[in-house]
C-alpha cells in the first residue's frame, strides 16, 4: 500500500464544472496536507494547506481533510482549461518528511 | 524576494561522471528537500537537510549519491558513477521549518539530468 494514494486519472470535466480530486493516504501520525499543481515539464507549485478537519476555501479551490477517514479533497470549481494539470497531493508525516502521491490527471474540456 | 534557485537547469553526463546539482533555498527558509522524479511519475522523497545537518535521508539511494547544506553556500546533490537510470529531473524545494502544521514547501524550477 502507497503511503500517499491518488488515482491516477485522467479526469476529464467540462468547461464551469466542478472537478473533484481524492487522495487517502497510511500513516495516521501525518499532520498536514497540500495539494501541489504541476504543468507538463514545470515544477510543483503549491495551491493549498490544511491541517484541520473540515474544509479550506481559496478562491476558486476548496481543500477537505477527514482525519478519522485519512482522507483528503481538493474540489476546483468553474473548472477552466488552464486547470489542465497533474494535481499532487501530499502529507507531511511527524518530522518534516513530506510524502507525495503520484498524481491525478485533471483534464478540462473547453 | 527570490524563488528557489537550481542549477543547472539541464545537465547531461556519460555514463560513470560525476553530477552535481545546487539548490539555494528561498531567503528566510532553513529547511531544502530534494526529490527525483521520472517522466509520468509522481515525486520521491530523497532527503531533508538543515543547514550542516542530514535530517532524514531514507530516500536516497545507498551508494553513489549523497547530499549536504553547507553553513554557506547552496545545497548539493552529487551523484558519483552516474547509470542511465539515474536519468530523471531532480527538484529541490525549501520551507520555513518553524511549524511542523503549516511547513508548505516551495520548489525550484528543477534540474534535468540525462545520462548517456
Known amino acids: 500500500q502507497k503511503e500517499v494514494e491518488q488515482n491516477s486519472g485522467p479526469l476529464s470535466v467540462p468547461e464551469g464544472a466542478i472537478a473533484s480530486l481524492n487522495c487517502t493516504y497510511s500513516d495516521r501520525g501525518s499532520q498536514s496536507f497540500f495539494w501541489y499543481r504541476q504543468y507538463s515539464g514545470k515544477s510543483p507549485e503549491l495551491i493549498m494547506f490544511i491541517y484541520s478537519n473540515g474544509d479550506k476555501e481559496d478562491g476558486r479551490f476548496t481543500a477537505q481533510l477527514n482525519k478519522a477517514s485519512q482522507y483528503v479533497s481538493l474540489l476546483i470549481r468553474d473548472s477552466q482549461p488552464s486547470d489542465s494539470a497533474t494535481y499532487l497531493c501530499a502529507a507531511t508525516t511527524g518530522g518534516f518528511k513530506t510524502i507525495f502521491g503520484d498524481g491525478t490527471r485533471l483534464f478540462v474540456k473547453a | 524576494n527570490a524563488g528557489v534557485m537550481q542549477n543547472p537547469r539541464h545537465l547531461v553526463r556519460r555514463r560513470g561522471q560525476e553530477a552535481r546539482l545546487r539548490c539555494s533555498p528561498m531567503?528566510?527558509?532553513?529547511?531544502v528537500y530534494w526529490y527525483r522524479q521520472l517522466p509520468e511519475e509522481g515525486l520521491k522523497f530523497m532527503v531533508y537537510?538543515?543547514?550542516?545537518?542530514?535530517?532524514?535521508e531514507s530516500g536516497m539511494p545507498k551508494e553513489r549519491f549523497s547530499a549536504e547544506f553547507p553553513k554557506e553556500g547552496p545545497s548539493i546533490l552529487r551523484i558519483q558513477q552516474v547509470v542511465r537510470g539515474d536519468s530523471a529531473a531532480y527538484f529541490c524545494?525549501?520551507?520555513?521549518?518553524?511549524?511542523?502544521?503549516?511547513?508548505?514547501?516551495?520548489f525550484g524550477p528543477g534540474t534535468r539530468l540525462t545520462v548517456l
Open positions: 524545494a525549501s520551507s520555513p521549518g518553524k511549524d511542523r502544521a503549516n511547513n508548505e514547501q516551495f
Open positions: 531567503k528566510g527558509h532553513s529547511h
Open positions: 537537510l538543515q543547514k550542516e545537518n542530514i535530517i532524514d
